[in-house]
């Protein structure tokens, strides 16, 4: 949500009143039983989106915000479910050039109850920017928190290779890259990457590209100092999960940039253990 700050923070200015409404638009544009942020603000900011989507009839009754390292920015999720088990992470450390750094926004761990009968964990997670920094090079780092995360997601798929995970986030990486390439697995028990798309991007009209899905319009975040389009956020889906897919796209709106510099991923599923 592109720093939703309520105020000034160091050198962040505060969101503006149009911005965070349109954020609030596109949300309620959605209808999202469950949502995943990245660059929240302190909880106060949380509260005023909540408030917001809360007004536009859209209520989530369950929420959690993620302290961390980063003072500035933060994880949260809100959920119109239960969250019935919270293993958030907000001291992770890696070592790194034998220098111990610490993950910047910590991890979401949480477990949602969508039925009685049927359940998922949801991991959030925003990965080092590719904006570099002196204690050490930046793509190293941001690989090192995917390794991390990589074996807090292998831990509970080994303990049940069946269970329902959902990992998304702002990865800031591209889709050939090491970072993502560990998240999604070298080896069983592997992630798939659901590769949203834009609903209406003409190529289902062209029967050129009728069999060539890595033509669709795939980007989410967009780079306004190169002026690039890249897809830098994801939703990856245990094998558990993807039984219950039922479809996934890139979120397309007017004036989209007016809310952040990415643009939301969405997936739908069907809570029925298949």
Do not use: C
């Amino acid at each position: 949500v592109e720093n939703y700050f309520l105020t000034p923070f160091a050198a962040r200015k505060a969101k503006t009143v149009v911005s965070r409404s349109k954020v609030t638009e596109a949300i309620v544009s959605i209808k999202p039983d469950v949502l995943a942020l990245q660059e929240m603000g302190r909880k106060m900011a949380l509260v005023d989106l909540r408030n917001r989507l809360s007004r536009k009839n859209l209520i989530y009754s369950h929420a959690v915000w993620l302290p961390g390292p980063d003072s500035a920015i933060h994880l949260a999720v809100l959920s119109q479910f239960p969250i019935v088990g919270h293993y958030s992470k907000t001291n992770v450390t890696y070592l790194l050039d034998r220098k111990r750094f610490r993950v910047s926004r910590g991890f979401v761990e949480i477990e949602i109850q969508v039925k009685p009968d049927y359940k998922f964990t949801l991991f959030n997670a925003h990965l080092k920017s590719m904006r570099q920094v002196v204690l050490a090079d930046q793509a190293e780092m941001r690989l090192e928190e995917a390794r991390t995360l990589r074996r807090l997601v292998e831990k509970r798929l080994k303990a049940n290779p069946v269970e329902n995970i959902l990992l998304m986030g702002d990865l800031n990486e591209f889709p050939s890259k090491d970072p993502v390439r560990v998240l999604i697995g070298q080896r069983s028990p592997r992630l798939v990457d659901l590769r949203p798309f834009e609903k209406n991007d003409g190529q289902e009209l062209s029967p050129v590209n009728a069999y060539d899905l890595s033509r669709r319009v795939t980007w989410t975040h967009f780079y306004r100092k190169e002026d690039r389009f890249s897809r830098l956020d994801y939703i990856l889906a245990s094998q558990g999960m993807m039984k219950e897919l039922d479809s996934s796209f890139v979120h397309v709106m007017p004036d989209w940039g007016v809310a952040s510099d990415h643009r939301p991923v969405v997936a739908r599923f069907v809570a029925k253990e298949r």
